[in-house]
């Protein structure tokens, strides 16, 4: 290479001077941090699969710093990063964050179709002091070995979290849903499970993590076996997915409305009385 230099070196092209580009993950405390450094197109989407990989380990919240990323705000990696607050309108139970220097790229992120849903600073610091004021989802979470008692392990587990949570009207849906995911996982992937139940309001996210990559389908031909209890999921569920799990593997999840018992009761109360007081007009 000449040792002499251009007084103002051009911006480098696709695939030049980005040989430095990372993303790497870490535990702060209870939360998970994304760091990225690099162009943005170049990180992008290893960014993205990295906070989805740490939603799926359902920590108190996942923030992406952005400090280190360079060069201009490319649309379609823009819209990307920002269709992570879709996660998060679905579970709000586990907040995502993005420290952003850069008022443009903060301005890009939050204008785009699911930006509002994430929390947007220009620090991590000033992430990090507003997550550590908001409290922590609940979660009960078990290591299950594949065995014939798996399902009904599953299942116990979910009641007892759901009565210790005072939410005893949800255990049926939550029960059918948790069996319908561990015997998919048993069906398809054949390994080792996580078991996870968490609460945040009156939301409840039932989730099971295997070691494989293979997401489950929903069949709607009469004549297939498999594969019908994802539609059972769907019916029961505001709404389900799937995350990519570290070392390979995925977390299915399914979101469903688990108000405790007494504040179901004062609704109702007072949509019955709303429809009497219509009733009489």
Excluded at 107 to 119: F, I
Aim: hydrophobic fraction near 45%; aromatic fraction near 2%.
């Amino acid at each position: 290479m000449s040792s002499s230099q251009p007084a103002h070196p051009p911006a480098p092209g696709p695939g030049v001077g980005r040989a430095h580009s990372t993303v790497t993950t870490r535990r702060i405390g209870s939360f998970l941090l994304v760091d990225a450094c690099g162009a943005l197109d170049d990180v992008a989407e290893p960014t993205y699969q990295a906070v989805l990989r740490a939603a799926a380990a359902e920590p108190a919240a996942v923030i992406c710093d952005l400090t280190e990323v360079v060069g201009g705000s490319p649309a379609s990696a823009t819209r990307l990063l920002a269709s992570l607050g879709s996660e998060v309108r679905q579970w709000p139970g586990t907040p995502i964050a993005i420290a952003c220097p850069g008022a443009k790229r903060r301005q890009a992120l939050a204008r785009s179709p699911e930006g509002h849903h994430l929390l947007l600073a220009k620090h991590r610091a000033v992430l990090l002091a507003q997550l550590g004021r908001r409290a922590a989802a609940d979660v009960v979470r078990m290591d299950l070995p594949p065995s014939a008692r798996l399902v009904r392990t599953a299942r116990d587990l979910t009641t007892r979290a759901l009565l210790d949570w005072g939410c005893p009207q949800a255990i049926g849906p939550a029960t059918l849903i948790v069996s319908e995911l561990v015997n998919n996982a048993i069906l398809h992937a054949r390994t080792d499970l996580t078991v996870s139940i968490a609460r945040w309001g009156d939301l409840v996210r039932l989730a099971v993590q295997d070691a494989t990559p293979e997401r489950p389908v929903r069949r709607h031909e009469p004549t297939q076996v498999t594969g019908r209890g994802m539609l059972l999921v769907a019916a029961l569920s505001q709404s389900w997915g799937v995350l990519p799990a570290s070392g390979g593997g995925k977390v299915v999840w399914a979101v469903l409305l688990a108000p405790p018992e007494g504040r179901s009761d004062q609704h109702l109360r007072l949509v019955d009385d709303a429809d009497g007081a219509t009733d009489h007009r």
